[in-house]
């Protein structure tokens, strides 16, 4: 269904110099017109680098699927700001530090896949006030400690 909004952008790789030309003009679409952007997927497009903290303009984002590349550092606080995020696809890549706490500002969050990076720490009890949520994948990271107790309470998690 073709809409007046950029409802998916959906880039797969092909080769990588390519793809970067394309992911470039597609992620500079969403920013000039941050409230026309509902989805944003940089699938497979081998992009190098952090990821930006101005991300957390696009405000109208339903879904945000990162997988797949090779970002680094820090997973930004600004996405505690995408209040309609349902999706959060963060998994396979090179991210580090911990989860950031305001992830849990984020209450239509129903899924959270950031496995297969580098992060520390444990996950923020914050997410334990996401009623919504029924899967987190944090698997193949470095996480240490337990498991935050509010995270017992959040009735429809099928799967951590």
């Given at each position: 269904?073709?809409?007046?909004?950029?409802?998916?952008?959906?880039?797969?790789?092909?080769?990588?110099?390519?793809?970067?030309?394309?992911?470039?003009?597609?992620?500079?679409?969403?920013?000039?017109?941050?409230?026309?952007?509902?989805?944003?997927?940089?699938?497979?497009?081998?992009?190098?680098?952090?990821?930006?903290?101005?991300?957390?303009?696009?405000?109208?984002?339903?879904y945000l699927g990162l997988y797949q590349n090779r970002f680094t550092g820090t997973v930004p606080t600004e996405l505690g700001v995408l209040t309609g995020l349902t999706m959060l696809w963060l998994s396979e890549n090179r991210l580090t530090g911990t989860l950031p706490s305001e992830l849990g500002a984020l209450t239509n969050l129903t899924l959270i896949w950031s496995s297969n990076n580098r992060l520390t720490g444990t996950l923020p009890s914050e997410l334990g006030v996401l009623s919504r949520l029924n899967r987190v994948d944090i698997d193949g990271n470095r996480l240490t400690g337990t498991l935050p107790s509010e995270l017992g309470g959040l009735t429809d998690l099928e799967f951590l």
């Open positions: 269904m073709i809409t007046s909004r950029l409802a998916v952008l959906l880039l797969v790789a092909r080769s990588a110099s390519a793809d970067m030309i394309v992911e470039t003009a597609k992620y500079q679409s969403c920013m000039a017109a941050p409230s026309a952007c509902d989805s944003l997927s940089l699938y497979k497009t081998q992009h190098v680098g952090t990821l930006p903290t101005e991300i957390g303009v696009l405000t109208s984002l339903t």
